[in-house]
T-cell receptor, first 113, second 116 residues
């Protein structure tokens, strides 16, 4: 299995609070991605990174920000969580972007009350 | 908690049967395609990939077929086992305006149920 660790694995928080999810990889892959997965929608890209300090928006980036200060870590922040951001969040990594497989972590289940 | 499998098309097969899961992709410019398997409570797991210059690729017990004319992918699983029960979805790499071929777009998936 690809060396990807997501933390925390589960979190319950209240509307309006900031939340940060962490993705850590040991594969030294250039690309890292954050997705959310909701019933009826499948996996949707939030943000991705193509190198240290290089990030770009995905399909559903509103309300989320990311940072990548080291190759191995990619952080996803919800500045002020809303109930619509209740979801399962997955991190993925790949060597060469969309022309090589993405490998996924086991996800973070986030509930916002 | 809610399952990613809610409201998905479902394919039910008997153990030992061959399974065929289909996927229609959206962008004729995509040049790379992947199949993933996702079990309940876990992240998607890479199964097999194929590039657009190929029509068929085989792995261990799995075969992916690509028909670019009709933008169709299929995943064939031979001698399906109960452990194959999961949600399967395809992904393509449509070229983005700024992202080039850096990202993947995922289908919503098909649930495969294998009975002993």
């Amino acid at each position: 299995d690809a060396g990807i660790t997501q933390s925390p694995r589960h979190k319950v928080t209240e509307t309006g609070t900031p939340v940060t999810l962490r993705c850590h990889q040991t594969e030294n892959h250039r690309y890292m991605y954050w997705y959310r997965q909701d019933p009826g929608h499948g996996l949707r890209l939030i943000h991705y990174s193509y190198g240290v300090k290089d990030t770009d928006k995905g399909e559903v980036s509103d309300g989320y920000s990311v940072s990548r200060s080291k190759t191995e870590d990619f952080l996803l922040t919800l500045e002020s969580a809303t109930s619509s951001q209740t979801s399962v969040y997955f991190c993925a990594i790949s060597e060469s972007g969309g022309t090589t497989p993405q490998h996924f972590g086991d996800g973070t289940r986030l509930s916002i009350l | 908690g809610e399952s990613v499998g809610l409201h998905l098309p479902t394919l039910s097969v008997q153990e030992g049967d061959n399974s065929i899961i289909n996927c229609a992709y959206s962008n004729s410019a995509s040049d790379y395609f992947i199949w993933y398997k996702q079990e309940s409570g876990k992240g998607p797991q890479f199964i097999i990939d194929i590039r657009s210059n190929m029509d068929k690729r085989q792995g261990q017990r799995v075969t992916v077929l690509l028909n670019k004319t009709v933008k169709h992918l299929s995943l064939q699983i031979a001698a399906t086992q109960p452990g194959d029960s999961a949600v399967y979805f395809c992904a393509e790499n449509p070229p983005g305006e700024n992202s080039g071929y850096s990202t993947l777009t995922f289908g919503k998936g098909t649930m495969l149920l294998v009975s002993p």
